[in-house]
Antibody
Framework: QVQLQESGPGLVKPSETLSLTCTVS????????WSWIRQPPGKGLEWIGY???????NYNPSLESRVTISVDTSKNQFYLNLSSVTAADTAVYYC????????????WGQGTLVIVSS | QSALTQPASVSGSPGQSITISCTGT?????????VSWYQQHPGKAPKLMIY???RRPSGVSNRFSGSKSGNTASLTISGLQAEDESDYYC??????????FGGGTKLTVL
């Protein structure tokens, strides 16, 4: 059974770059699409973007200017970089797996809370 | 892209049926049948309950069903149980191949 695990700093200063890693175990990162989704405390889910195993990306238009998602198939990991963060970027960040870009988010990580504060 | 529209809350008694609606636009629900529903208990990751409008992943109870008409999708839970009390989110692929979620609906089992 595939498992996803987010990791990265839990505290980021305003204007800096938020960087997270999602490690995939129990299956190969190849042949799937991989998304980042976030949830501010007490609020709803927001899709950030996805990357395919071959490196094709697509981002939420509202975040596109600040987001980069990348993948390292040799490490079975993919990554999120979100630049110029503000308090509004404080959220639980989830990584998730899709079968294809139009497939649902079938497998999720447990999520990691990132707080933006000085 | 705009979030899909869901009611903030719904409620029902054990054994009853409830329906949660999810309204989109011609950029998402009205064009595609790639709508899915997620259940999220407090402090937990979302769980896929319905995908492609009405398909259930393995292991999901057949008390959960989905449908769509035009730009509105619906999740119906029949035979309500206490364990169904949770937040529910709809999601749809868009014409730009991005994804959008609904604002979420809190289900209370009375």
């Amino acid at each position: 059974q595939v498992q996803l695990q987010e990791s990265g700093p839990g505290l980021v200063k305003p204007s800096e770059t938020l960087s997270l890693t999602c490690t995939v175990s129990g299956g190969s990162i190849s042949s799937y699409y991989w998304s980042w989704i976030r949830q501010p405390p007490g609020k709803g889910l927001e899709w950030i973007g996805y990357i395919s195993y071959s490196g094709t990306t697509n981002y939420n238009p509202s975040l596109e200017s600040r987001v980069t998602i990348s993948v390292d198939t040799s490490k079975n990991q993919f990554y999120l970089n979100l630049s110029s963060v503000t308090a509004a970027d404080t959220a639980v960040y989830y990584c998730a797996r899709q079968g294809g870009y139009q497939s649902p988010f079938q497998h999720w990580g447990q999520g990691t809370l990132v707080i933006v504060s000085s | 892209q705009s979030a899909l529209t869901q009611p903030a809350s719904v409620s029902g008694s054990p054994g009853q049926s409830i329906t949660i609606s999810c309204t989109g636009t011609n950029s998402d629900l009205d064009t595609y049948s790639y709508v899915s529903w997620y259940q999220q208990h407090p402090g937990k990751a979302p769980k896929l309950m319905i995908y492609d409008v009405s398909r259930r992943p393995s292991g999901v109870s057949n008390r959960f069903s989905g449908s769509k008409s035009g730009n509105t999708a619906s999740l119906t839970i029949s035979g309500l149980q206490a364990e169904d009390e949770s937040d529910y989110y709809c999601s749809s692929c868009t014409t730009n191949s991005t994804w959008v979620f609904g604002g979420g609906t809190k289900l209370t089992v009375l």
